[in-house]
């Protein structure tokens, strides 16, 4: 029989976490601003003060518990009709190594493939993580990807002296295959 490959492989959760994955509401802005300063005040990402992420909660991922425990959230920011950037993508420390970033990272590339993107962005301190996750680190500066790609350097201490990499993943289109 000749299909479509699966775009995005998304294995099933670890069962014994009970989390499930869900889009973020303005009531999740507090835990999700915690989550964020948390590592922030480490220095591994930027902070997001909870109007900011009033502002762009709609483009927020995020896994919980049953008791409403935040594990890990992602967001992505649309900057072109086929590019996003990952943002805010965050794992509560006692989720960390679970395989939960990558499969946020996941559950936000099949989000931008039902948006019809190509291409996905991430600034990060974490090359091998996203390299796990199928990004290439590329230059700061690329002619190919708009400047907004430099919009939130604005709001971060580092903006002369920045140590962020630049990660890009080219979304391939999906394989016919036989089965
Ligand atoms: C980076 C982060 C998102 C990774 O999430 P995680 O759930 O711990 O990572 P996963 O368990 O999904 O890891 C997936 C793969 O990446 C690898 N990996 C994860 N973090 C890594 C690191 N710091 N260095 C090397 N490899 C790493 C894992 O070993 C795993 O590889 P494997 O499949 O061969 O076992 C998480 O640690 C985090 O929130 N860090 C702080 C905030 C941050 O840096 N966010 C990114 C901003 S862009």
């Known amino acids: 029989m000749l299909q479509l490959e699966p775009m995005v492989h998304l294995s099933p959760l670890n069962p014994a976490l009970a989390l499930e994955l869900r889009r973020a509401t303005v009531s999740d802005v507090p835990k999700i601003g915690a989550i964020i300063k948390y590592w922030a005040q480490k220095g591994r990402m930027l902070e997001r003060s909870p109007e900011l992420l009033t502002r762009s909660i709609d483009e927020f991922l995020l896994l919980e518990n049953s008791a409403g425990e935040l594990a890990g959230c992602v967001g992505l920011h649309r900057m072109a ?12 420390p006692d989720f960390q190594g679970k395989g939960l970033g990558r499969w946020l990272v996941m559950g936000a590339e ?4 039902d948006w019809g993107l190509k291409r996905l962005f991430a600034w990060t301190y974490e090359q091998p993580f996203f390299e796990k996750c199928g990004f290439n680190r590329i230059p700061r500066e690329v002619p190919t990807l708009p400047e907004e790609i430099h919009a939130e350097c604005t709001r971060c201490q580092f903006q002369t002296n920045c140590q962020e990499i630049a ?4 979304l391939e289109p999906p394989r016919l295959v036989v089965s």
């Open 81 to 92: 009709d086929d590019l996003a950037e990952i943002r805010g993508l965050a794992i509560h």
């Open 110 to 113: 099949r989000l931008g493939r």
């Open 167 to 170: 990660m890009l993943k080219v």
